[in-house]
């Protein structure tokens, strides 16, 4: 059992950046893929970043690419999303997702993790 606590949302303009922080209960974070989803009203949740348990493997939705960046500090039980250049469209709930015994991969379906926190809201006004 894992749980999931992000925090670092807020209120930005467009063109600013957030850090979005999940820290994760447990001592077995380190063997956990982790990954970034969000949801905008009326929307579907969809997937932003992943990495693998190491870190080795990091992918991130086209939409993202080039303007964020996901890490991880596994000593500190800790998932990063790095958010610059935001846009309006960024505007969503944005959640923290973890999967157990990972392996060497990271996941783009939300099927595919069991472990989810609660969110943070992330507004871009123009």
């Known amino acids: 059992q894992v749980q999931l606590v992000e925090s670092g949302g807020g209120l930005v303009q467009a063109g600013g950046s957030l850090r979005l922080s999940c820290a994760a209960s447990g001592r077995t974070f380190s063997s956990y893929a982790m990954g970034w989803f969000r949801q905008a009203p009326g929307k579907e949740r969809e997937f932003v970043a992943g990495i693998s348990a190491s870190g080795g493997r990091i992918g991130y939705a086209d939409s993202v690419k080039g303007r964020f960046t996901i890490s991880r500090d596994n000593a500190k039980n800790t998932v990063y999303l790095q958010m610059n250049n935001l846009k309006p469209e960024d505007t969503a709930v944005y959640y923290c997702?973890?999967?157990?015994?990972?392996?060497?991969?990271?996941?783009?379906?939300?099927?595919?993790?069991?472990?989810w926190g609660q969110g943070t809201q992330v507004t871009v006004s123009s």
């Open positions: 997702a973890a999967r157990g015994y990972g392996g060497i991969a990271y996941y783009i379906d939300s099927d595919q993790y069991g472990y």
